[in-house]
């Protein structure tokens, strides 16, 4: 029932903010909403909106992914996705065509795993990781070979 989750995300969101000793006038100043919508979203009177929850998040410095699944939008299996995502984005340490590159990848095995967990992995010839079809001329580690 949607009201049961809207109340685990209130509950939840109640719980955030007194780890991060916010009272809930701090937190609603901080995060841009009135107290008394606030209160009545942590009351599970209200299902606040994606942005909303952005902005709570922000405030209370937490994921907003994971506001994200306690409200019902997201599910966790995609949080998953989204946490990696956002953390390899967040990485100073490498480069934006690194990050590129490396989200490519991921994409590339989350496919693949979802192809061998379906009814045609069964069938489907164990190739170790290798992704090229039979008639490419290059190899997955991106040089060229000839072909004859």
Do not use: C, W
């Amino acid at each position: 029932m949607a009201s049961l989750n809207v109340g685990n995300l209130g509950e939840y969101l109640r719980e955030q903010r007194r780890q991060a000793q916010l009272s809930l006038r701090q937190l609603a100043d901080a995060a841009g909403v009135s107290n008394p919508y606030l209160s009545q979203i942590e009351r599970g009177l209200r299902k606040p909106s994606a942005d909303i929850l952005q902005q709570l998040a922000k405030a209370l410095r937490i994921s907003a992914e994971t506001l994200y699944v306690q409200a019902g939008i997201l599910d966790e299996r995609d949080r998953d996705e989204v946490e990696t995502r956002a953390a390899i984005l967040a990485d100073p340490s490498i480069s934006e065509r690194q990050k590129q590159v490396l989200l490519q990848v991921y994409e590339s095995f989350r496919k693949e795993n979802a192809q061998e967990a379906g009814p045609a992995a069964a069938q489907a010839p164990d190739t170790a990781g290798d992704t090229e079809p039979a008639d490419s001329a290059g190899s997955a580690d991106g040089t060229k070979h000839p072909t004859n």
